[in-house]
């Protein structure tokens, strides 16, 4: 009879296949996006991705996610779906998944129309602003062009951006946010193999 243990690995999906280079190189992109608000980066190639994860939300797990970085995924998949990243992510970055979002340093938002207010995530204290979290948001598309206007460091003068699932009340707790500023959190956008960042010190008017 076959292990549970051993049937379960049989059944996780492959990971980078060279993880220190597909690490670096989708980190450098995330790191491009956040530096360049409202500009849409591709990432690819990328590894399979269990269902309900777009393939460049579990590379950048896969890359920026470890022992070390709480997780809190957004509730609400079927059981199976939120089973299978649970494992997929656990197996592959080691990251310990948690019950609240304040206890994250990363978070899984599946459904943006239903994304928690940004406050219930750590904000992070002036003295330390490394620590507040950083949000993966799943969108079902990313366009740059006409959508909501942003203005900040990164933008040359104003970058539109356009995202069809965040609610409209969104972008008045995004200002919020950003009036935190050292404090408050990131966003990194993603639809599918797509990115786009959205860092705490970026102005956004719908």
Same mark, same amino acid.
């Given at each position: ?32 996006? *956040? %530096? ?8 690819? +190639?990328?590894?399979? &991705? ?5 393939? !460049?939300?579990?590379?950048?797990c896969l890359a920026l996610l470890d022992f070390e970085t709480p997780l809190w995924l957004q509730p609400g998949l079927p059981v199976g779906r939120q089973e299978s990243i649970t494992r997929h992510l656990r197996f592959h970055c080691g990251c310990p998944i948690v019950d609240a979002p304040i ?14 207010? *940004? %406050? ?8 330390? +602003?490394?620590?507040? &979290? ?5 969108? !079902? ?66």
């Amino acid at each position: 009879m076959i292990s549970p243990l051993l049937k379960a690995a049989d059944d996780l999906l492959p990971g980078f296949s060279n993880p220190v280079f597909d690490s670096q190189r989708v980190f450098r992109k995330v790191l491009e996006a *956040l %530096a360049h608000p409202g500009s849409v980066y591709e990432l690819a +190639p990328l590894p399979p &991705a269990p269902v309900s994860l777009h393939p !460049a939300s579990a590379a950048i797990c896969l890359a920026l996610l470890d022992f070390e970085t709480p997780l809190w995924l957004q509730p609400g998949l079927p059981v199976g779906r939120q089973e299978s990243i649970t494992r997929h992510l656990r197996f592959h970055c080691g990251c310990p998944i948690v019950d609240a979002p304040i206890q994250s340093s990363f978070a899984l938002i599946h459904d943006a129309a239903s994304i928690p207010s *940004l %406050a219930s995530f750590a904000q992070s204290e002036i003295e330390y +602003p490394d620590r507040s &979290a950083t949000l993966i948001v799943q969108v !079902a598309g990313l366009d740059a062009g006409p959508g909501v206007m942003l203005r900040g460091p990164g933008i040359w003068t104003v970058a539109t951006l356009g995202v069809p699932d965040l609610p409209a009340a969104f972008w008045s707790e995004w200002c919020e946010n950003a009036a935190r500023f050292p404090c408050g959190v990131d966003l990194i956008l993603v639809a599918g193999k797509r990115i786009a960042g959205l860092p705490r010190t970026t102005l956004a008017e719908a």
